[in-house]
Structures are given as C-alpha cells and as structure tokens.
C-alpha cells in the first residue's frame, strides 16, 4: 500500500484551501497512493490558537457536509482511501473531527477527539466537546485503520485501544508548532507507540505560518518495528508517500508477544 500525507498550509479561505486539498489528492492518487491523509484542520486555519469571538458552531459544518461531499466525490473517483479533519457541529455542539471515507467515496464513520487540551495558543476546550465515540477502526478498502487526533497521541490507553481492535494502520492528524515540544520527542513517542502495539502509524501535521502559530510540518511514517519509514521536511508543503506492508503486523513483537500475553484484569481502567 502506499500512503500519501498532505503537508499543507490553510489560509481563511475554505474553498481555496479545499481546492489545494483536492489537487492535492489528484496528485496522490496520479502518483500510486492509496490512501491519502490531511492534517488537523485541514482546510481551515487553526482555530484554537486564540479563544472563539463568538459560537464555534457557526464556523463548523456537519459530517457529511460540504467538504466530505467533495472529498468523497473525489474518493470515489480516484478510487484512494481518505482520512481528513474538520471542526464538525452536531447537535449542538462541536468537535474536533475525522471523516473516513473509503475507496468508493462511502463514509466509514467519525472519529471525534476524546482527550481536549487548553493551554496557551491551544484554546481548544473552548472550541471543541470532548468526543463522544471511542477509539473506532475501520474497514477500509486498504486494511484496518485507527485514527488518533492530534492530543489523543498523548494517551498511551487510547493507542492501545485501537491496537486491541485491530488497527493495521493508524493515522494521526497533528497540528505542531515549531518549537512546542522538544527536538524529536513526538516521533520518539509515535514510534514506541508503534512497537508497544504492532502497527503503522502515519502522523499528518499541517504547516505555514498562522497568526499565533508557526507549524512545522515533518509528518513521517513509522512502521511496527517502530523505524522511520519516511519523514518530510520542516516548513514546507508537499506530498510524503510511503510504501506499507500491512503484513508485517502479524510478524510484529506486539502482535506475536505482547499483545498475547497482556493482563488486562491487572490493569483497572486500561482496555
């Protein structure tokens, strides 16, 4: 399989940064991926980095929406596998959310972000209800995949969750700022992530500079092993592919070992 991670900036103009997005895909799927992913917030700035001036809501959409309808249109055309993220509203309420559309364009489901941080320029509990579906994996044309957005990385219970599910792949859409952690911390985490719990994991983050905000891109993909597979550079849009072989799974440490001989009863709360 080949994944296609879209490293790209978005300005305030949503029809134009979907249209980027869009062209984006046409080209991801002109050079062989399967699978394509977009970063958090995809097509719109990053909202959390100041507070809301009025309701979120009337910034978000539904899911299916606008966007979905044109990202699936595409989907199903291309015939690609699409992971993307949005500021949804549902019920009331808003979340910060992941549509997957599957290779025919048909949506598979949402992931909503469960865990939602607040700390200066990431105003996000002012923006975002905590997400309300658990750790879903999806049956995609591509094989079985989690996604984990953005915070929830952090949850080393959330990660386990989709690995006890049967995640294959697991999609992470980031928005990181240059300097907000230190050199190399979140790749080491996503990649023992990776080995803890036998599975890709294909970290998406956005990039360009924003108001508050300057995001540093270096997506990258890492396999069960927990070795980078492929990582983009600082500061610059483009297109990271990577070639996958989901069956390296099976053979992996996690899935032959430590999966096997877990002890959930020991653990409390863990799954």
Same mark, same amino acid.
């Given at each position: 399989m080949r994944i296609a991670?879209?490293?790209?900036?978005? %300005?305030?103009d949503r029809e134009a940064n979907l249209a980027r997005g869009l062209?984006?895909?046409d080209r991801a799927a %002109?050079?062989?991926?399967?699978? +394509?992913?977009? +970063? #958090?917030? +995809?097509?719109?700035?990053?909202?959390?980095?100041? =507070?809301?001036?009025?309701?979120?809501? #009337?910034?978000a959409e539904p899911i299916p929406g606008p966007t979905t309808d044109a990202l699936a249109t595409r989907a199903a055309e291309l015939g690609v596998v699409v992971v993307a993220n949005l500021l949804e509203g549902d019920g009331?309420?808003?979340?910060?959310?992941?549509?997957? !559309?599957d290779a025919d364009g048909s949506l598979l489901g949402v992931t909503r972000m469960v865990h939602v941080p607040d700390?200066?320029?990431?105003? #996000?509990?002012?923006?975002?209800?905590?997400?309300?579906?658990?750790? =879903?994996?999806?049956?995609?044309?591509?094989?079985?995949l989690g996604v984990a957005i953005c915070y929830d990385r952090h949850y080393p219970e959330y990660l386990r969750a989709l690995a006890v599910a049967g995640a294959e792949l697991v999609v992470v859409p980031q928005a990181g700022a240059v300097d907000e952690w230190p050199e190399g911390l979140f790749e080491a985490e996503m990649r023992t992530a990776a080995f803890q719990n036998g599975y890709f994991v294909a970290l998406v983050n956005r990039v360009g500079e924003e108001e508050r905000l300057t995001f540093a891109g270096e997506s990258f993909v890492c396999d069960p092993a927990g070795a980078v597979l492929a990582r983009a550079p600082r500061l610059e849009e483009m297109i990271?592919?990577?070639?996958?072989? !989901?069956? #390296?799974?099976?053979?992996?440490? +996690?899935?032959?070992?430590?999966?096997?001989?877990?002890r959930p009863g020991l653990y409390g709360d863990w799954p």
């Open positions: 991670l879209i490293q790209q900036p978005a %300005g305030s062209d984006a895909l %002109g050079s062989g991926a399967d699978l +394509a992913c977009f +970063a #958090e917030l +995809a097509f719109d700035p990053f909202h959390p980095q100041r =507070p809301p001036d009025g309701p979120p809501l #009337e910034l009331g309420r808003t979340y910060d959310a992941s549509p997957v !559309l700390y200066p320029r990431f105003h #996000e509990k002012r923006w975002y209800a905590p997400g309300d579906r658990g750790a =879903p994996v999806y049956e995609t044309a591509v094989g079985r990271l592919y990577a070639e996958v072989d !989901l069956a #390296e799974v099976e053979r992996s440490h +996690a899935r032959r070992l430590f999966l096997p001989d877990r």
